[in-house]
């Protein structure tokens, strides 16, 4: 079993930043893949970006350049540094994982993900 517990969420004007941070309890963080979703009310949880085992990330179009996602596998710790929000980046944000023998492809569907946190809100105004 793995909690995760998400932080970082606020209000930010359009063009400021914010860094989320998803810390993880339990064992073997090293041996899963991480991802940050986001979701709106009406809307499917969409992915945001995803770092897999050994470090690879992938991301959505939508935030690429703007968004970068690392993790820190002694502090059991992933983080999403988001710079040049826009208003269309407001969201609940969700952070999650799934354990892998695969170190290096990062699933960008949430159904991989076996376990999510609660989320923290992102919201950019105009």
């Known amino acids: 079993q793995v909690q995760l517990v998400e932080s970082g969420g606020g209000l930010v004007q359009a063009g400021g930043s914010l860094r989320l941070s998803c810390v993880a309890s339990g064992r073997a963080f090293s041996n899963y893949n991480m991802g940050w979703f986001r979701q709106v009310p009406g809307k499917e949880r969409a992915f945001v970006a995803g770092?897999?085992?050994?470090?690879?990330?992938t991301y959505a179009d939508s935030v690429l350049g703007r968004f970068t996602i690392s993790r820190d596998n002694a502090k059991n710790t992933v983080h999403l540094q988001m710079n040049s929000l826009e208003p269309e980046d407001t969201a609940l944000y969700y952070c999650?994982?799934?354990?892998?023998?695969?170190?290096?492809?990062?699933?960008?569907?949430?159904?991989?993900?076996?376990?999510w946190g609660q989320g923290t809100q992102v919201t950019v105004s105009s």
């Open positions: 770092i897999s085992r050994s470090g690879g990330s």
């Open positions: 999650a994982a799934y354990s892998t023998s695969q170190p290096m492809t990062v699933q960008t569907t949430p159904s991989w993900y076996d376990y």
